[in-house]
């Protein structure tokens, strides 16, 4: 069963530290992973597109790093900051990478603390 | 640009009672999505459309229609609410499938009692 599973469920930093947040996907055949943020209320925000062939992408304090063989991702949020709080979702999408395949992950809850 | 707007923000109904919940993007994009978001679940696809005048289910259609009569507009209409139905509504655009960016409206929360 395709399926893409994140950790931890939520997690709370103070500002100015730093995160990593974990996705394990079993989707196949793979074809790209996004990574989402969503805040309170509002509609998911893309911050990476990885494809197979890609191993880390960059959006500003983001890093997304993917390792297609394990089957496993990782977003890297540098000096965080009181706005990123937010749910951050990872998204696999397969069969070719139809956008109306994409499995979504539940995604991490991230409170960053003053 | 406005982007991806939709209305209503929020709604609340009692079973058996109708609405239309509309989509609207202005960036002439080809594909639209109509997602739900329930607590401990991910987004889960309701119904998408590849073109003005085409429409196709997704993984959870049952209690819900679409229409996309115009490229900019996506509807998703509910016949006869359940509870069941209530969740948070997300419409989504993209330009074309593949690796191409998702745009997401700002949600429609709605409660069905």
């Known amino acids: 069963k395709n399926q893409v599973e994140q950790s931890p469920q939520s997690l709370i930093i103070l500002e100015g530290k730093n995160c990593t947040l974990q996705?394990?996907?079993?989707?196949?055949?793979?074809?790209?992973l996004r990574w989402y943020k969503q805040d309170t209320g509002r509609g998911p925000v893309s911050l990476t597109i990885?494809?197979?062939?890609?191993n880390t992408k960059s959006n500003g304090r983001y890093t997304a790093t993917l390792d297609a063989d394990t089957k496993q991702s990782s977003l890297h949020i540098t000096a965080s900051q009181l706005s990123d709080s937010a749910s951050y979702i990872c998204?696999?999408?397969?069969?070719?990478?139809?956008?109306?395949?994409?499995?979504f992950g539940t995604g991490t809850l991230l409170a960053v603390q003053p | 640009n406005a982007g991806v707007t939709q209305t209503p923000k929020f709604r609340v109904l009692k079973t058996g009672q109708s609405m239309t919940l509309l989509c609207a993007q202005d960036?002439?994009?080809?594909?639209m999505y109509w997602y739900r978001q329930d607590p401990g679940m991910g987004l889960r696809l309701i119904h998408y459309?590849?073109?003005?005048?085409?429409?196709a289910k997704g993984e959870v259609p049952d209690g819900y229609n679409v229409s996309r009569l115009k490229k900019q507009n996506f509807l998703l209409g509910l016949e006869s609410a359940a509870p069941s139905q209530t969740s948070v509504y997300f419409c989504a655009s993209t330009i074309n499938q593949g690796r191409e960016t998702q745009y997401f409206g700002p949600g429609t929360r709605l409660l069905v009692l």
């Open positions: 960036m002439n994009h080809e594909y």
């Open positions: 998204v696999v999408s397969g069969y070719g990478g139809a956008t109306n395949k994409l499995i």
């Open positions: 990885m494809t197979f062939s890609e």
């Open positions: 996705c394990n996907y079993t989707v196949s055949p793979f074809s790209n």
């Open positions: 459309s590849v073109g003005e005048g085409t429409t």
